[in-house]
């Protein structure tokens, strides 16, 4: 198939590699070097998509990152992503898009029917339309609206790219390789200064590559190419296409996407498909050039118009005519250079020139040239549906509100120009408090805010030799400040044609009984009759204006239509534009993968897994894990067809019957010495602790300040100045940090010492009333008798050569140890507890086990420990030292804790002893009282008791002290659940303690 | 992303340090009679501040040590930074 519109020698795209590619199922051809947008408007393919609000036909408006109507849904390598600029996306072999936005078809799209109804979707229509009545909400708008609107799909399947983030420090970071970014980057380099020189497209030199210019006797492309060749061999400098710098967040952190694989036909082995670079920088040189920006008039979203600037680009950068009969309409000298293009490729423009009399070198060579020029004249209005057929054009009148008579002009494109934006989104996100520049109609950054600059078109200087002079001296002095290196570099002198002052007119009058559209935001089909609404309806503010019209909420986030917005607003308000202010610049400039953010952290890469030296016992030995915050702990240790439900119960069972052994190396632990160390414990539990002899444990609870139970654990004198504390596996970190806080900043008098000791440490947990015999069997030199290793009493061991401490605690009820060795031999004492408990009976048990046997003991943990329960609330008041001070002591004289029907933790049976309560479920008095129903409490944890063959449950209940004996109601409405209960006791099995003491 | 010199480590990022709230805040002494209001005050009541603000952070991926950081709460500028126990002027 021939590509009608490419032309011979104009473009930078290699002919000879020659690319098949598919859009919307038909096949076509292009090159290499080319964009999916370059390649389609080669072979003359205007028509892309549809509008997201009225479904009017889209065709191509920019040629880059500007682009608010061609985006597709991309197909590559078996996976598809939405929301592409086929303006931004390289063409390669096999490449498959498809347009969004139209149903069926792109010719015929049944929403284009919203276009006939638009007197029905004014500004604010959704918010207008479809709020009453309540409940259309989910069964009609919602998936009405979900059809109509959206720029294509997400893939629902798993994502198998990989991304990767990436951490860089420099001195100088570069945003954009343009004139002022390769001065700037050669300066600074050439003083030594490590620079990252950052450039979003796929080429670098950005306005060079397409203006006609010189630059020390080269043009101004040639000269580009030059500063990048010797750039790249430079070891100081980083030089990066395909990257965008689209964040610039606080103390000079900026954040890069670059595209590493998107323009292949797959990912290279080994490469990610994006990597995202964090980048903290000394100093920044924002060189992100300026974007066009179009004149408003009807119907200026027909496929075929376009920037003037994008056919230059297109004819330039990929030997492509937009059109054959191309009308440009400009009210500056650019839409000149892109007429020349034109002429200069054998296709005659005609210019309309909103301005009077124009005079400049540009415009000089254009006449020259023999281009037919119109002054004083606009167009009116495109013609053509699917595509520019014709144009009304008429002169205006010098005030700009009188048309004159409407000719129509045959054409086949329209290419606008309304004179330039600079790109100030880096520098307004750093905190830059930008100012309105008058000559030029449009914001650039004012003070800086960090260490950032910005020069070049950014800062709407639009002359090459002064962009070049400010750039390098810029390169030069931030280098020198860093690098103290000072080397001189001559600045190359400069030939460019120059330009005369643009008109400021941006928006052509309608003609008398013509009610065209005419659009601001393209990708959003607002129009300046949704502007003109908003403001009738009373919004002023610039922030709610852009809400309620949705005016640069795209995609594109207005890049090229915020600025005409302004115009409106400050002229229907008879403001000038800086009155009116713009909207916040806020980061992402453009569109970024969710995959470039989210990175490696993806699966089982979300979070680090942390395994206990056992791991791979657990494994071999048929453990079912559960995590445990980011442990990995068995949850019960599956045999034959076992569930969890059966495993759990015989694994609890047997402890209560024989002995069991349970992995409790992730109990947080952490070592505490020094003489104070006695005193700390003392000031940071409730109970006493100056008086707790060597070689003995002791539980306690800590509080916060606000008197809420933060973690309980053991904690065990191992000598004289040495504690041994155990946490909560969940509150390991806190409990450091809390120590830490009150060691270095309350009490720094306090002569301690604490770390981290949990990795150091492999615990075995042996319960079960067989367990004694067990621990002498494993400790035959030891005297772990009831009298020499009482309740809480705490000796060092020596397991088959291994030093081992032996704690005589217990969480599960029973007679029970806790085992410790060093975690290197974590593995060797569980093969010798197992091996040594064979004749016993042995059998390892798991978390779910745990929770079983400490559930209907009625010992608390972190379901009741929640970070809204005080010790009273657990039944732990015993434990509160009435004598001495300790953390959060005086909140605990609050009223609320005080009161007398205060919450209490009780235990739940169900009355049929069938029914398993729900966790979470509402404790009430009357199953069938109206919502909402007064809640009395919570069940916190539940279980199946061996004890006694039938569910019991934990409950936090309003007055539990007095409601043993109640019958209540337990309601789970997530489940659909009522279960008529009775509360009982939270100390369902040995309420005396007799066991652990045995 | 804020970059914070920690007193003992040099500039390091601030996915390495914990936030730990008003820094002006003093804990009531131990074992002293102290009113509800007092109470209530070093517990829940901060200025939320607009502006420069002594706050604590504990480089908490790094040398563990709680310090303290005078920020500017709108602009995030951090002016100086100080050890647990300096005083500050
Ligand atoms: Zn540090």
Known sequence: MTQAFRIENSGLINRDKKLSFKFNGKTYFGYEGDTLASALLANGVHLVGRSFKYHRPRGFFGAGVDEPYAVVQLYRNGETEPNIKATEQELFEGLEAKSVNCWPSVNFDIGAINNFLRIFLPAGFYYKTFMWPKSFWYRIYEPFIRKAAGLGVASIKHDKERYEHKYEYCDLLIAGSGPSGLAGAYAAAKNGAKVILAEDKPRFGGSLLTSDVNIGNQSGKDWAEGIIAELKTMPNVVVKNRSQIFGYYDHNMLVMSEKVSDHLPSTKKYHPNKRLWYIRAKEVLISSGSIERPIVFGNNDTPGVMLSSAAKEYLKVYGVLVGKKPLVFTNNDSGYETAIEFKKHGVDPVVLDSRKNPESEIIDEAKNLGINIKNSYVVVAAQGYKKVKSADIASISEDKKQLGKIENIQCDCIC?????????????????????????????PGQSKQNEITLGAANGVFSLEETLKTSFTAGSELSKKITENDNKISIPNVVEKKSSQHDKFWCVPLPKGKNYKRFLDFQNDVAVSDIEIALREGYRSIEHVKRYTTLGMATDQGKTSNLNGLQLVSEIENKVVPAVGHTTFRPPYTPVSIGAIVGREVGKHSKPTRKSPMHSWHEKNNAVFVDAGVWLRPRYYKRGNENLFEGSKREAKNVRTNVGVCDVTTLGKIDIKGPDAAELLNRVYTNAWLKLPVGKARYGVMLREDGIVMDDGTTTRISENHYHMTTTTAQAANVLSHLEYYLQLVWPELNVNVVSTTEQWAGAAIAGPKSRDLLQKLFPNSDVSNEGLPFMGYMEGDLYGVKARIFRISFSGELAYEVNVESDYGNFMWEKIMEAGEEFNIQPYGTEALSTLRIEMGHVAGSELDGRTIPFDNALEGLVSKKKDFIGKRSLQRSAFIAEDRQRIVGVVPLDKQTSIPEGSHLVKDDKAPLPNPKLGHISASCWSVEYDNPFSLAILKDGKNMIGQKLFAMSPLKNKVIPVEIVSSHYVDPKGERVRS | ??????????????????????????????????????????????????????????????????????????????????????EVA
């Open chain 2, 1 to 86: 992303m804020l970059y914070i010199n920690c007193p003992h480590c040099g500039m390091r990022s601030q996915n390495e340090f914990s936030y730990g709230g008003d820094a002006s805040v003093k804990r009531p002494e131990l074992n002293k009679e102290v009113s509800d209001q007092e109470w209530d005050n070093f517990v829940y009541n901060r200025k939320s501040l607009r502006g420069k603000h002594l706050e604590l952070w504990q480089h908490i991926s790094g040398c563990r040590q709680w310090i303290k950081v005078e920020r500017d709460t709108a602009t995030h500028e951090i002016f100086r930074t100080f050890k647990a126990d300096e």
């Open chain 1, 416 to 444: 606008v120009s309304g004179f330039w934006t600079p790109t100030i989104h880096l520098a307004s996100q750093s905190g830059n408090k930008t100012k309105f520049k008058e000559e030029i109609d449009a914001f650039v």
